[in-house]
């Protein structure tokens, strides 16, 4: 086979957020099959710094600084039509790097990572094109506009609107969907044409076992040291669905938690807390970290890690961490999604406030039972959560023929 063309919305280094974590992972695979050509964008300063991994693992390469302001991205969306999420990522630098890649190398696929990305897929490519949605994001703001307020809800209902037909057209486009779970997978078919939905399959995330073991890194000690028990989130804390989970659990759960365990600390730990969070910092046992080096340190010393979100796509990776780092995990049903473990058993999931601080305080008061939770969370991921297991099918994606390609590969 020719060259891979490797289309992502952020640069897949270093692997220190669910979506870089999948890309970074996926690019790992692909460039087993073949000589990958990287295109991607830098959201910061920090990320041009890890540039030099774009030129150990590309044969070719172009990371742009992304400066578009959200409101020039609005405005150009209105104008053309198009949704913010993808205006936000067009940049003519990447057009013309894309057109003279395939006009210089042997391109024999185009590998799309995040529906932002599609826009530069050329109509004239007559090779394979392999589309990784992720999650169904156009789902995801309709979901936003029936919680928001008037005008937020309008903003996100145009959003989900004009994504959906973009997500359309991809599909369209594309010689394979993928999405990071069976459920996402069967959402997206039930939101395409009938024709479409014989291309579309689930390639689900995994889980780097080595790295996330609680054998590999002692708990934090600024934690440890302090009375507990300690209650973990962790996330990039700009994104709305973590905000909305970490408050959640700061006004509805925390409060009954810290009636039977008044030193009860409740921890957040994750990159770009917006200001509504680091105002709770402090107050009421919460402890807000903001960015941090490595996460490990935190999971480790946590007595439970929650991930209490009411909107979620796909699987969270959050949740596999922490499971990999045998902790005893609380979660929503929407947390849950994706992953094929035995509420129980490997986590605890529970949807009301009520029962989330229920359950907190069952784990937190039971040291055994959360023993054993943690230790059957930890194997399950070994056993059934590998990237290597999970991306196996992945040459089949972009090395054979369509009429070759398993439909099940979750």
């Known amino acids: 086979m020719g060259d891979i063309l490797f289309l992502a919305h952020r640069i897949p280094f270093p692997p220190d957020r669910g979506d870089k974590i999948r890309s970074h992972h996926l690019l790992k695979a692909l460039q087993q099959l073949a000589p990958v050509h990287i295109g991607c964008f830098a959201d910061t300063d920090s990320d041009l710094q890890h540039e030099d991994k774009l030129h150990e693992h590309a044969a070719s390469h172009i990371l742009i600084r992304r400066t578009k302001s959200m409101v020039r991205a609005g405005v150009e969306a209105v104008a053309s039509g198009k949704p913010v999420s993808v205006t936000a990522f067009a940049h003519c630098a990447m057009r013309e790097w894309v057109r003279h890649t395939l006009a210089d190398h042997q391109i024999d696929t185009i590998f799309v990572f995040s529906g932002q990305m599609g826009q530069y897929v050329p109509d004239s490519f ?7 949605l992720c999650d169904v994001d156009s789902a995801k703001f309709e979901a936003y506009a029936k919680s928001g307020s008037s005008l937020r809800s309008r903003v996100d209902a145009r959003e989900g609107r004009v994504l959906a037909a973009e997500e359309h057209r991809l599909a369209q486009r594309a010689d394979f969907t993928l999405l990071v779970s069976e459920a996402e997978a069967a959402l997206f078919r039930s939101r395409i044409s009938p024709q479409l939905a014989g291309s579309v399959f689930a390639l689900r995330n995994g889980i780097d076992a080595q790295f ?5 890194v002692g708990p934090h000690p600024d934690i440890i040291s302090e009375a507990g028990p300690h209650i973990v989130f962790t996330g990039q804390m700009d994104y709305a669905p973590n905000i909305a989970a970490t408050m959640r659990f700061i006004d509805h759960v925390l409060p ?5 365990h008044p030193d009860a600390q409740f921890h957040v ?3 770009a807390p917006v200001e509504r969070l680091t105002a709770c910092d402090g107050i009421g046992g919460v402890r807000v970290w903001g960015e941090v080096a490595d996460v490990r340190p935190f999971i480790a010393a946590a007595d439970l890690v929650v991930a209490p979100l009411e909107i979620a796509r796909g699987i969270q990776n959050k949740v596999l961490e922490a499971m990999a780092m045998a902790r005893p995990v609380l979660l929503t049903p929407e947390a849950a999604t994706g992953i094929d473990a035995a509420s129980g058993t490997h986590f605890a999931v529970e949807a009301s406030n009520q029962a989330l601080a229920d359950r907190a305080l069952a784990l937190l008061g039971d040291g055994l039972t959360s023993l054993r939770m943690a230790a059957a969370a930890r194997r399950y991921v070994v056993e059934h959560q590998s990237w290597p297991a999970m991306l196996a099918p992945l040459a089949g994606f972009v090395g054979k ?9 979750a």
């Open 256 to 260: 009954q938690i810290r009636e039977i």
């Open 401 to 409: 023929p369509a009429a070759e390609a398993h439909r099940d590969v």
């Open 126 to 132: 007559d090779g394979r094109v392999v589309i990784d």
């Open 269 to 271: 730990v994750g990159r």
């Open 212 to 216: 996330f073991d609680p054998q590999a």
